[in-house]
């Protein structure tokens, strides 16, 4: 709830929207240009700086402003095509960006004319990330990389990629990283399909041979890649498990409709699940409203690894439970087709298509595995993995 004070901001927010918006007629208005204004009037992420698409406000008053264009029919920067731009990219550029590069970077971002990747993970580096083993030489003040990544979630539509990458392989492996941002248009890039469980080929391969990247598309200091990459995985967590949503919103929405549409359905045994899985939705829904509002007061911490974890529980379980409400039709898929979305979308289509998707949904952004062992560690202070290559450099482990 607003304080008295976010009660004024609050309307103040409401005025300039309603000014812009007089200025402006939705209807009417070309989309990108509608967008780029509204950036510009800092009216589309309030809380980043001004001249930056905010003003520099409380990440709460968020909602007031998106409220006000959604029921004026306002046209919308498709946040579903670029989750890993504004959930991910942005913060991370925001936070550790140089002011050229927030300028270069963070409008076309925001308006979705540029969609961002995640260039992270790589055949032999996923859950251990810090033993990611793709090079990056330095060439007068350009980069040299060459390398391979792997599992690249909308690589084919992307015009940038957050890239890890090494630059010292004789440090401990945590030291020698280096945090890039990379043209995917540049020569040396090849993005190759990988088709998944669904039939689909939401993320890809992508090799990198001998592919040049000006030093000033660095994104921090040389060798400081791992922190810069903290915050965009604390970030991936929170967008991934941590989204706003209405109560009976994401997967707990399908399998009440269907619940509600096809009563001959249930029996004693799924009546006590359904009612069961509604109650964690809406305490997992109701602890993603404090996270936001810890969000908004500062830094995404660990918790948002805890949110990610059960995120992908109660994807699984109420999905599972979808399929079987469904009966016979649940086992029926709908469409194999090899398809390239636009961007994943965990409760589309049918049942068969949600619960297949929602087993991704303990890999992506960090494994269950390993975001327990960071909620045991970081938030609950239970002793750390023993890890004996700690201070062995990166050249000289195992691999
Ligand atoms: C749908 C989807 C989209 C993705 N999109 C992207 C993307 O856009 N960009 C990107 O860079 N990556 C992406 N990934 C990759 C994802 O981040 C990795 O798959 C994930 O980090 C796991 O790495 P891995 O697959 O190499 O498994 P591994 O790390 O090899 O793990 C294998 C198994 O061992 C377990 N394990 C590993 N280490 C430990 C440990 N210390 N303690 C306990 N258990 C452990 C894991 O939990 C897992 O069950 C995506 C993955 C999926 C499924």
Redesign the pocket.
């Known amino acids: 709830m607003l304080s008295p004070v976010g009660g004024v901001i609050a309307d103040e927010l409401r005025g300039q929207v309603r000014e812009f918006l007089a200025a402006r007629d939705p209807a009417a208005a070309d989309r990108l240009g509608f967008l780029r204004a509204r950036f510009d009037a800092g009216l589309a992420w309030v809380h980043y700086p001004a001249g930056l698409g905010g003003q520099g406000i409380s990440r709460a008053l968020q909602p007031v402003v998106d409220a006000e264009f959604a029921a004026a029919g306002a046209p919308t920067n498709k946040p579903e095509r670029n989750g ?1 731009g504004l959930g991910m990219a942005a913060p991370t550029i925001a936070a550790s960006g140089s002011g050229e590069q927030q300028k270069r970077w963070l409008r076309p971002l925001w308006t979705g004319e540029e969609i961002w ?5 790589e055949p032999g ?5 810090a033993g990611l083993a793709t090079r990056a030489v330095a060439d007068g003040d350009t980069w040299v990389v060459t390398g391979q ?1 792997v ?4 690589a084919h539509l992307a015009r940038w990629a957050l890239l890890l990458a090494r630059t010292n392989p004789d440090l401990p492996k945590h030291q020698g990283i280096t945090y890039f941002a990379l043209d995917m248009t540049t020569p040396g890039v090849e993005v190759r399909p990988l088709r ?1 469980l669904t039939g689909e080929a ?2 890809n391969e992508v090799f990198l041979s001998g592919v040049v990247i000006p030093d000033a598309d660095r994104i921090g200091g040389v060798g400081a890649g791992w922190q810069v990459a903290t915050a965009t995985l604390m970030n991936e967590r929170v967008s991934i498990g941590g989204a706003a949503l209405p109560r009976e919103g994401g997967m707990i929405g399908a399998a009440v409709a269907s619940w509600r549409a096809h009563p001959q359905r249930r029996t004693a045994g799924l009546h006590d699940r359904m009612l069961r899985l509604w109650a964690d939705a809406e305490i997992a829904r109701l602890a993603g409203v404090r996270l936001r509002q810890q969000l908004a007061a500062g830094y995404p911490g660990p918790e948002g690894s805890a949110a990610k974890l059960v995120f992908a529980r109660l994807n699984q379980e109420i999905s599972e439970f979808d399929v079987e409400l469904s009966g016979a039709e649940g086992l029926r898929y709908d469409d194999w087709t090899m398809r390239r979305p636009e961007g ?1 979308n965990f409760y589309g289509r049918g049942p068969g298509y949600r619960f297949l998707r929602s087993t ?1 949904n303990s ?8 975001l327990r ?1 960071i909620v045991a560690e970081r938030v609950l202070g239970l002793p750390p ?1 023993n890890r004996v290559d700690k201070d062995v450099p990166w050249k000289d482990l195992p691999r």
């Open positions: 890993i990747c995640q260039l992270f993970s580096a996923g859950s251990d990330l990544k599992w690249t979630s909308s998944q939401e993320f994943a991704g890999i992506e952004g960090g494994t269950s595995e390993i062992n993995e």
